[in-house]
């Protein structure tokens, strides 16, 4: 059982964005990025609506951006989705499965954490 002070559950935009924030607070995030790392804008082209990109930028290369953001600034990113999780008491309970790099002998790696940021 490892205990994570702060688990992000989702690799999309509002993940990173939680990840980038958590870190810059010195909460050393650990963010599980499910089946779609980079969530839905990987499934798209130019994005045309964000500022800061005067001539667009493609949904891949935006997330990519998000995510070494991220890691910069002192995120971990792992392989994995939240299968189940007991938020009832604290510290708060969770279950992934599908790392690429097993943690020990358990193949559903459990997990203790003192915050957690729900998927949006
Ligand atoms: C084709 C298309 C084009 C789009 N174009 C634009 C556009 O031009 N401009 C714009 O502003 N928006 C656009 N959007 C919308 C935009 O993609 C979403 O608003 C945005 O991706 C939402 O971000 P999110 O992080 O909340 O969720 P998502 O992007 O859906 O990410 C969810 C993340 O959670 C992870 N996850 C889910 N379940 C689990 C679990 N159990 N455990 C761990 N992780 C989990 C997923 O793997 C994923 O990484 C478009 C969407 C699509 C589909």
């Given at each position: 059982m490892e205990r994570i002070?702060?688990?992000i559950v989702g690799?999309?935009?509002a993940g990173y964005t939680a990840a980038i924030y958590a870190s810059r607070a010195d909460i050393s995030p650990v963010v599980y990025e499910g089946v779609q790392p980079g969530g839905q804008?990987?499934?798209t082209t130019?994005?045309?609506n964000y500022p800061g990109f005067e001539n667009g930028i493609?949904?891949?290369q935006l997330?990519?951006?998000m995510r070494a953001q991220a890691v910069r600034l002192g995120a971990e990113i792992r392989t994995g989705a939240i299968t189940k999780a007991d938020l009832s008491e604290r510290p708060f309970k969770l279950v992934i499965d599908g790392e690429k790099e097993?943690?020990?002998r358990d193949p559903h790696h459990r997990y203790w954490c003192d915050s957690k940021v729900?998927?949006?």
């Open positions: 002070k702060c688990l690799g999309g935009p804008l990987t499934t130019d994005i045309e493609s949904g891949q997330v990519d951006t097993g943690r020990g729900p998927r949006t």
